[in-house]
């Protein structure tokens, strides 16, 4: 079972900037894609960005289109996320996903493998 291990998480204020990690505990070329999603306190979990290695694609949320940046290593060692110019309404806690398929998508429940989320606390 691949585990995601993130960090990078923390407390800022807004206009800064903050760079999430998220690597898996065990090399595996069944991972084609990864992403990043954000729970807010009584929300729903939403997708933020994803990343396909090959051709390194990226997809993005309107929200978040123009201020953050996923980008990944091309050993499949890691996934970034540079978070710029945050906001009090990027407040959640941020969550690293894989999937096995090549193709990237805002689904939850269409991801393999999640890890265990870290805090974004930006303050106004």
């Known amino acids: 079972q691949v585990q995601l291990l993130e960090s990078g998480g923390g407390l800022v204020q807004a206009g800064d900037s903050l760079r999430l990690s998220c690597a898996p505990s065990?090399?595996?070329?069944?991972?084609?894609?990864m992403g990043w999603f954000r729970q807010a306190s009584g929300k729903e979990r939403e997708f933020v960005a994803g990343?396909?290695?090959?051709?390194?694609?990226?997809e993005y949320a309107d929200s978040v289109k123009g201020r953050f940046t996923i980008s990944g290593d091309y050993a499949k060692t890691a996934v970034y996320l540079q978070m710029d110019n945050l906001k009090p309404e990027d407040t959640a806690v941020y969550y690293c996903?894989?999937?096995?398929?090549?193709?990237?998508?805002?689904?939850?429940?269409?991801?393999?493998?999640w890890g265990q989320g870290t805090q974004v606390t930006v303050s106004s």
């Open positions: 996903a894989a999937r096995r398929s090549p193709i990237i998508t805002r689904t939850p429940l269409s991801y393999d493998y």
């Open positions: 065990e090399r595996t070329v069944s991972i084609n894609n």
């Open positions: 990343f396909r290695w090959t051709g390194s694609i990226t």
